[in-house]
């Protein structure tokens, strides 16, 4: 037990022995030649990474029904979280607004009609003109002509009396869940104004933040679980999605989606839960986590050499079970100190101690 401070060489065998027993790692098997109690000596082990964050079920996008004509809202039947199917009427459109825009369109198309009419009974005449030799054929040519347009025009107010009528109605474009309405039945509204916002049938995600230097692993198709906090059924997810800009608290934002064809049906907007990513395996340094030492936002750990106990910085990687993988700072076959390391880092810190006044 050379090299090892009077407090320690104090403890025994019995308190080693306890030690060796509570870290023992299944995978790890003891080595001949184990170094004095008090410190181990650390291997390399392939460890499967993984990821772990916070994330929250949101839509992928909503979709806002808007008027498409000025006029009054009425028959609004919709509240937050109706079930709406696609072309299913939510309102209908009224007032003093609509009826005029209606009354123009049908006069346009009485008057389209009328001239239709007229050229049509022109080019009779000028069939019997032409055939009693009265007429040339180039104007025959030019009543015809004034026909096919006359006709041309007739359809197009048709259709847009129709467009026109249909505009009284407003429809869900898609099959969805209403999360918002904006309007109420009576209301004067202008064209292009919401009425309601909705959530397409469907088209909910995952949202998540990951910090660290763990982000820098991330890819898109990379696979993990999504577990819901409270009742819910874990689900596979992948990363569909990673923002290319750091969020305002420095997480990098990801997007995920189920790994299957069809989202979970237990999935509900604003639900959380915890995401797990399963990364490549690494071949790392196991140490035990007690050896583990925070200090001023780093992790450090103490080398055994001989000359000494040397604080040496480490980047914590995954944890297994009483031990905890090494991403850097630390090579396989150095020994480190676990038995009142913390204590044996900050010795002497009295010294550096000044009391307030």
């Not at 049509?120 to 004034?146: H, P």
């Not at 910090?211 to 198709?221: D, E, I, P």
């Not at 906090?229 to 689900?235: D, L, N, V």
Request: proline share 7%; aromatic share 4%.
């Amino acid at each position: 037990m050379e090299g090892l401070s009077p407090r320690r060489r104090a403890r025994g065998l019995g308190a080693a022995a306890a030690l060796c027993a509570a870290l023992a790692l299944p995978g790890i098997a003891a080595r001949a030649g184990t170094p004095a109690p008090g410190w181990v000596t650390v291997h390399a082990q392939t460890v499967p990474e993984s990821l772990r964050a916070y994330g929250q079920v949101e839509p992928i996008a909503t979709v806002r029904v808007r008027t498409a004509e000025a006029g009054t809202l009425s028959g609004l039947r919709i509240v937050p979280g109706s079930k709406v199917q696609a072309g299913e009427t939510l309102a209908r459109m009224a007032g003093p607004r609509m009826r005029a825009l209606l009354v123009a369109r049908e006069q346009q198309l009485r008057a389209a009609q009328a001239r239709a009419s007229a050229a049509g009974k022109a080019l009779a005449l000028e069939v019997r003109q032409v055939g009693a030799q009265l007429s040339t054929r180039q104007a025959l040519d030019a009543v015809r002509a004034e026909l096919t347009s006359a006709q041309a025009a007739a359809r197009t107010a048709a259709a847009a009396l129709q467009a026109a009528r249909s505009l009284r109605n407003v429809r869900a474009p898609v099959a969805a869940t209403v999360l918002a309405v904006q309007a109420a039945n009576g209301e004067q509204l202008g064209a292009g104004q919401a009425i309601a916002t909705l959530q397409p049938a469907g088209g909910l995600w995952l949202r998540a933040q990951v910090y660290g230097a763990g982000a820098a692993r991330l890819h898109v198709g990379m696979t993990g679980r999504f577990t819901p906090s409270g009742q819910g059924t874990p689900a596979a997810v992948r990363i569909a999605a990673i923002s290319p800009a750091l969020a305002s608290d420095g997480g990098t934002r990801i997007g995920l989606v189920p790994a299957g064809p069809n989202p979970p049906p237990g999935w509900i907007n604003g639900q959380w839960g915890s995401v797990l990513l399963q990364g490549p395996a690494r071949r790392m340094v196991l140490v035990p986590t007690q050896a583990l030492i925070l200090d001023r936002g780093h992790w450090w750990v103490l080398v055994h050499t001989p000359t000494g106990e040397q604080p040496r910085q480490v980047v914590p990687g995954p944890a297994h079970g009483w031990w905890t993988a090494i991403s850097s700072g630390l090579s396989a076959g150095q020994h480190v100190v676990v038995t009142d390391a913390f204590l044996d880092y900050h010795r002497g810190i009295a010294a550096h101690y000044t009391p307030p006044d």
